[in-house]
T-cell receptor, first 113, second 110 residues
């Protein structure tokens, strides 16, 4: 079974631009969660989508948004990029029940100049 | 805040068993303990999880104390490829979030 895939793998943007990242979950998984990883803050939860609805949200500004499509694929958007948004963005998928195991993708590394 | 406490780093000789401890003294009765590892700049890799009983799979064993306040991940025969940051996680709250702590950086010594 194919794992979680994320595109693109690497991205360079400049301040003020916006970016959209994509995540395709494992087949059959209906939940997709997004995380940001930086050297200073570690791995932080952004939000989770389940059946096209945002189910959980972390403590990030409104510039960070997401959506999920009917095939469970998810996109994450960051508007008005800041230098501090440079990070590894990870998505994880699961079947969506409580305490279900989440499986992570390889991540998208975003560099904001 | 993470609900788990781990040592920041550990060394283990290649070929020996690596025993990684984790404290989760505030764990609730129905919360699982999960272990993931992250090899440099890759996505975290699921290793194992457990509730009360000890668990074993092809990667590792998980020993959970009877009071469930701590657990130990055991890599039976550590290799250089096991060098990674290991995260012990308890899902928190009604919304079941994964909160990552700082993890343990495991160094495998040749």
């Amino acid at each position: 079974k194919a794992g979680v895939t994320q595109t693109p793998r690497y991205l360079i943007k400049t301040r003020g631009q916006q970016v959209t990242l994509s995540c395709s979950p494992i087949s059959g998984h209906r939940s997709v969660s997004w995380y940001q990883q930086t050297p200073g803050q570690g791995l932080q939860f952004l939000f989770e989508y389940f059946s096209e609805t945002q189910r959980n949200k972390g403590n990030f500004p409104g510039r960070f948004s997401g959506r999920q499509f009917s095939n469970s694929r998810s996109e994450m958007n960051v508007s008005t990029l800041e230098l501090g948004d440079s990070a590894l963005y990870l998505c994880a998928s699961s079947f969506g029940g409580r305490q279900e195991t989440q499986y992570f993708g390889p991540g998208t590394r975003l560099l904001v100049l | 805040d993470a609900k788990t406490t781990q040592p920041p780093s550990m060394d283990c000789a290649e070929g020996r068993a690596a025993n990684l401890p984790c404290n989760h003294s505030t764990i609730s009765g129905n919360e699982y303990v999960y272990w993931y590892r992250q090899i440099h700049s890759q996505g975290p890799q699921y290793i194992i999880h457990g509730l009360k009983n000890n668990e074993t799979n092809e990667m590792a064993s998980l020993i959970i104390t009877e009071d469930r306040k701590s657990s130990t991940l055991i890599l039976p025969h550590a290799t250089l490829r096991d060098t990674a940051v290991y995260y012990c996680i308890v899902r928190v709250g009604r919304d079941d979030k994964i909160i990552f702590g700082k993890g343990t950086r495991l160094h495998i010594l040749p």
